[in-house]
């Protein structure tokens, strides 16, 4: 058989990267006496590493993180309120809920895209969302007919990652959906990432609803681990060092 049409029948069936590979495989295989199962592993590894690798790229990219962060970035030393062996996928694979409350610039944000890092890599589908784009995308929705095509939207990765709740005021529509989507993952076992300023007691606010903001927590908290992180503003030290602030 011709490389070249060893080739064709590669791509035929999708294999393009091993397709590209192919020449230089055969002539290694070939110099260094490679037994034909041997080499035939040696292709089958290399397009699956590709496609594992494509596939995760793929994943970050429809999770729209704001940026990458891993858990090993984390200044755990600067945040000691949080301890580096709670911090794991393992809430992700049980189908629970992550809550991070705290003031602002304490690491909330890194530590739910730290937290979505981890699952995706582990091959789980992740959606990110700031609360005042999810305002936005529901009054959108709403005037274009769109409301249920976008629950389902949401209620449809393995993780959802709300953050910022509580620096955004709800209005009815907006804080309906919300109750819709946490009701219908919580039916799923599909996992919330929650960031939030605010205590639980102070919900009610945000939701500019007692009742409704009950219900949400009941939902939220019946499987979920909160972490309350304490201490100093990563920002503000940023600019300490830079000597904008002053110590």
């Known amino acids: ?20 590979q192919i020449h230089g495989l055969l002539e290694d295989a070939s110099k260094d006496n490679v037994p034909y199962s041997e080499f035939l592993d040696t292709i089958l590894l290399n397009e699956i590493e590709k496609r594992e690798s494509l596939a995760l790229e793929k994943r970050i990219q429809k999770a729209r993180l704001p940026y990458q ?26 189908g629970e809920n992550v809550l991070l409350l705290g003031p602002p610039g304490v690491g909330k944000t890194h530590l739910s895209i730290a937290f979505t890092m981890e699952a995706i890599i582990k091959g789980y589908s992740a959606a ?8 936005t995308e529901c009054k959108k929705a709403e005037k274009a007919g769109l409301l249920n095509r976008v629950i389902k939207r949401w209620s449809r990765p393995h993780i959802l990652v709300i953050d910022e709740l509580g620096y955004f005021p709800f209005d009815e ?15 799923q076992r599909g996992a919330l990432i929650i960031t939030s300023n605010k205590s639980f007691v102070e919900w009610g606010k945000i939701f500019r609803d007692e009742v409704l903001a009950t219900a949400i927590l009941d939902r939220l908290l019946h499987h979920a681990t909160t972490f309350n992180v304490k201490g100093n503003s990563y920002r503000l030290r940023e600019k300490q060092k830079a000597g904008v602030t002053p110590v």
């Open 128 to 135: 990110f969302m700031r609360t005042d784009d999810f305002i």
């Open 69 to 94: 962060k891993t858990i090993h970035d984390f200044d755990f030393s600067f945040q000691p309120s949080i301890s580096e062996k709670r911090v794991s996928c393992r809430f992700i694979e049980n």
């Open 173 to 187: 529509l907006s804080a309906n959906v919300l109750f819709q989507v946490i009701s219908k993952r919580y039916d």
């Open 1 to 20: 058989m011709s490389t070249q049409l060893l080739i064709e029948r590669l791509e035929k069936w999708g294999w393009h990267h091993t397709a590209n």
